[in-house]
C-alpha cells in the first residue's frame, strides 16, 4: 500500500482543526481512530485516556459530566449496535453546557469502518432561546393584562352610561 502524501496528511489534519465541531473517530473495534482539539478542549479528556485510544474509557471519564448519563451511555450502545445507523440529539451538562451530537457510519465504499461524532457547543444559542421565549411569554403576559384592563375599562364606561342615562334608577335597599 502506497505511502500517504504528507502534504495531503496536513491539509486534512488543517481541516479538521479547522472546524467548529469537536470532532471524534472511532473504529468498529472500539479504539480511538481520529479526534481534533476541539473535541478535547469540549470534553476535557486527558492525554493518559487519549493515548490509550481506547473509546470506553473516554465514555467513562465523560458521563460525570452529563445531566443524564444513562441516556448518552444507552444512545451510544445503540448506535454501536446499528452500524448504519445515523443520530442527532442535544446533550445537557451538569455545569449548564449544552451540545448538539451527530453521529454518522464511517464507510469504506460500502463498507462501515467505524464511527464519526460530531459534537457543537449550542450552550449560547439555547440560552439566547431561552430567554427570548421567557421575553415572548412576558410579553403575552402583558398583552392579557392590557386586554383584560381595556374589557373592563369598557364594561365600567358602559355602566357609568347607564347610570347617567338612567339617573332615576338607583339600586337601593327597600
Known amino acids: 500500500m502506497p505511502s500517504a502524501d504528507p502534504d495531503s496528511l496536513s491539509l486534512i489534519n488543517a481541516t479538521l482543526e479547522s472546524t467548529a465541531d469537536g470532532l471524534l473517530v472511532v473504529n468498529n473495534e472500539g479504539k480511538i481512530v481520529l479526534f481534533n482539539k476541539k473535541f478535547v478542549a469540549m470534553w476535557k479528556i486527558p492525554e493518559d485516556i487519549l493515548s490509550s485510544r481506547d473509546d470506553n474509557k473516554a465514555i467513562g471519564f ?44 464511517q464507510k469504506v465504499g460500502d463498507k462501515t469502518v467505524g464511527r464519526v461524532w460530531s459534537f457543537r457547543d449550542v450552550t449560547d444559542r439555547k440560552r439566547v432561546e431561552h430567554e ?43
Open 62 to 105: 465523560v458521563l460525570d459530566q452529563l445531566k443524564d448519563p444513562n441516556v448518552f451511555l444507552q444512545k451510544v450502545k445503540d448506535l454501536y449496535n446499528q452500524p448504519d445507523a445515523e443520530s442527532f440529539d442535544t446533550l445537557e451538562f451538569k455545569d449548564g453546557r449544552v451540545f448538539e451530537r451527530y453521529s454518522k457510519p
Open 132 to 174: 427570548l421565549k421567557n421575553k415572548i411569554d412576558e410579553l403575552g403576559n402583558l398583552t392579557n393584562l392590557t386586554v383584560n384592563r381595556e374589557v373592563k375599562m369598557a364594561e365600567l364606561k358602559q355602566k357609568i352610561a347607564e347610570l347617567q342615562n338612567n339617573p332615576g334608577t338607583t339600586n337601593t335597599p327597600a
